[in-house]
Every structure is written in structure tokens, then in C-alpha cells.
């Protein structure tokens, strides 16, 4: 009887604590749809952290997640604002995304004070590794990154400089906010992304990440 192989742009790897998939997303709209897909599988109080460089599609995975879940407002590069509430527009968890780019200590993300409403959202924290694992055992790790040979289109983040972050319950755009997603490019299938989704904790134990993989759930 013959072994079925992963496909070339996908591995999984699957045990009681931890499950690993990546997937290779084409554009900006793949990116979106791999972060939908993600949503289907999160629910209150579950925290995702983002890294990866300037430019490589983190928000535009947000933006996938926020548009799945149904909640208010277009997921934007906090900038200035660095948590900003999205209130879901149904029944669904509400979602916080948080831009951790300007902390610097645990000290900083404990100030945040997200403990007090994780509890009924999802949580999304780019630039969250190194800086939030602290707030919570159970989390998914996700890198997006570019494939080798890929061409950078993207715009270059304008940052805040001295402006003192804050957390909103709005979602109305941050007054430095100019760039509304790490990929505002013309989507170009020769630039993919690789994104790797680690899971962690024994909220995910014995949970599939097959259905992030197109053709494989």
C-alpha cells in the first residue's frame, strides 16, 4: 500500500504539544485567504503571535483573520496605536491586534493590560516573538517570510517615532497610520510567502492544522 507524501510547498509535523504546517502563499489575496482559513480555527481567548521582517505579510495575514471572523473595521499596522479592538459585528470573539514592534520588555506588554480581555477575543500580536509568549502557554507561533529569490514590492513603514502608544476600543485609523498592511503592493504571484504555523500548548493538542493547506484538510 502506497504512503501518501507531502506536497512540495508543504510539511506537517504533528505530536501531543506541538503541531507544525507551512504553507506557500502566492500573493497578498493568498495571504488574506490562508488567514481565513486560520480563523476557522481559533475561538475566545486563543493568542497568535506574528513575526517576520518589515514588509513580509503579517498584517496581510491579520487583515485574512479580521475578515473571517466579522469584526468591525479594517485590520491595519497599529503604528501609533499599538492594540487596537475590533468588536465583532455577530456572535464571534471580538479581535484584539496588537503591534509589539516598539516594546521592548515584558514589562511593556504587561502594562498593556491584555489579560483583562483576552478572555472573550482572539488575540493577534505581530512582532510577538520574544516579546508576548508570556501571555499564554497555549499560543500559535506563525512566521511569514519571503521565499528565496522573491522581489521585495513592498512599501516601507513609516514609524512613529516619539508618539506614545495606546489602547483603543475603536478601530478607526491611527493619525500616522499611512500604510494599511505590510503588503501595499501590486499582488505578483512571482513574490510568494512561506508562512510556518507552530502550535503550542495543550489547546492545540490533537488539533489538525491540515485545513490551513489548500486541497489538504
Known amino acids: 500500500m502506497s504512503t501518501r507524501q507531502p506536497s512540495q510547498d508543504t510539511q506537517a509535523r504533528q505530536t501531543s504539544q506541538v503541531a507544525q504546517v507551512t504553507v506557500t502563499t502566492a ?12 480563523a476557522a480555527l481559533l475561538r475566545r481567548g486563543d493568542l497568535v503571535l506574528l513575526s517576520g521582517d518589515l514588509g513580509a505579510g503579517k498584517t496581510t495575514l491579520a ?8 469584526v468591525r473595521g479594517r485590520v491595519s499596522s497599529p503604528t501609533f496605536i499599538i492594540a487596537r479592538v475590533h468588536p465583532s459585528l455577530g456572535t464571534g470573539p471580538d479581535l484584539i491586534h496588537v503591534d509589539a514592534y516598539r516594546l521592548e520588555s515584558l514589562e511593556e506588554v504587561d502594562a498593556l493590560d491584555l489579560d483583562s480581555s483576552m478572555e472573550d477575543s482572539v488575540t493577534v500580536v505581530e512582532w510577538g516573538r520574544g516579546r508576548a509568549e508570556s501571555l499564554s502557554d ?11 529569490g522573491g522581489e521585495d514590492h513592498t512599501c516601507p513603514r513609516r514609524l512613529p517615532g516619539d508618539a506614545q502608544g495606546q489602547v483603543t476600543g475603536g478601530a478607526d485609523k ?12 501590486t499582488d505578483d504571484p512571482r513574490d510568494p510567502r512561506e508562512v510556518v504555523v507552530r502550535a503550542v500548548g495543550q489547546r492545540w493538542a490533537g488539533v489538525s492544522l491540515a485545513d490551513l493547506v489548500p486541497g489538504e484538510g
Open 63 to 70: 487583515q485574512g483573520v479580521g475578515s473571517a471572523l466579522g
Open 27 to 38: 500573493d497578498a489575496d493568498a495571504t488574506r485567504a490562508l488567514g481565513s482559513r486560520l
Open 174 to 185: 491611527a493619525p500616522g497610520d499611512m500604510l494599511q498592511g505590510d503588503l501595499m503592493r
Open 138 to 148: 497555549s499560543r500559535l507561533e506563525i512566521e511569514v517570510r519571503r521565499r528565496a
